[in-house]
């Protein structure tokens, strides 16, 4: 048999890769992409959150905002509604994945990611008024190194929650008749 030209040898080892990992389709495309906002945005809450309490607060709430305040509060909102679409999004796709493999979520899954999306709302409402214009906002203000304190807490909490949520995914799901492990259900994240 002549020599495949070089070329032609990593185009076809290529192809053999792309034949084994998952379809490179729009849902893909939309697991992934919604995966990263969710990541992002987690980043920018959380981030902020960490830097105002870690550094910024012990200086008062002034040197938190350096008259910038309504720009933090726009970027707050902002990753707020990313981290509930894309973690919605996130939810149903997972539900999908086991519902279709023959699956039904874990209890434990379903308690959990209700804790986490709870304990989201009081992060996102916590970094929201502190960044608010409203009296009430003030108020939360005076407070300020404690309602950090809340907010850094729960972000830590959400984390360890959303690693816990995907090990649910690694681990495999349990057969609806909770016998024999089953497969495990590739998880929409890849
Ligand atoms: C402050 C708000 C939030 C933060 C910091 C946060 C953070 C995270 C992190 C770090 C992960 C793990 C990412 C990964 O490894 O794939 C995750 C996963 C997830 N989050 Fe969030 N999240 C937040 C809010 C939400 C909300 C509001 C929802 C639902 C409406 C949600 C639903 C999910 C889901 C479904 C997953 C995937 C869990 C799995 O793999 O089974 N998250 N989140």
New binding site residues.
């Given amino acids: 048999m002549p020599e495949l030209p070089l070329p032609w040898i990593a185009a076809m080892a290529a192809l053999a890769q792309v034949a084994d990992s998952p379809a490179i389709d729009g849902a893909m495309i939309a697991r992934v992409v919604s995966?990263m906002l969710?990541?992002l945005?987690?980043i920018i809450?959380?981030g902020g959150l960490f830097y105002m309490r870690s550094i910024l607060s012990p200086a008062g709430a002034e040197a938190c905002y350096a008259g910038r305040r309504s720009a933090w509060a726009r970027w707050v909102a902002i990753a707020?509604f990313l981290?509930?679409a894309?973690?919605?999004f996130?939810?149903l796709a997972?539900f999908d994945q086991y519902r279709d493999a023959g699956h039904k979520l874990p209890p434990t899954?379903h308690m959990l990611?209700g804790v986490?999306?709870l304990?989201?709302?009081a992060?996102?409402f916590i970094a929201a008024i502190l960044a608010g214009r409203t009296a009430a906002a003030n108020r939360f203000r005076a407070h300020l190194a404690q309602w950090l304190n809340i907010g850094w807490t729960?972000?830590i909490a959400?984390?360890v929650l959303?690693?816990l949520?995907?090990a649910?995914?690694v681990l495999g799901p349990q057969g609806a008749d909770g016998g024999a492990a089953a497969a495990p259900v590739e998880?929409p994240?890849g």
């Fill in positions: 995966r969710h990541v945005s987690a809450l959380g707020s981290l509930l894309s973690g919605l996130n939810f997972i899954y990611f986490k999306v304990l989201a709302l992060a996102m729960a972000i959400i984390v959303g690693a949520l995907r649910h995914h998880s994240h």
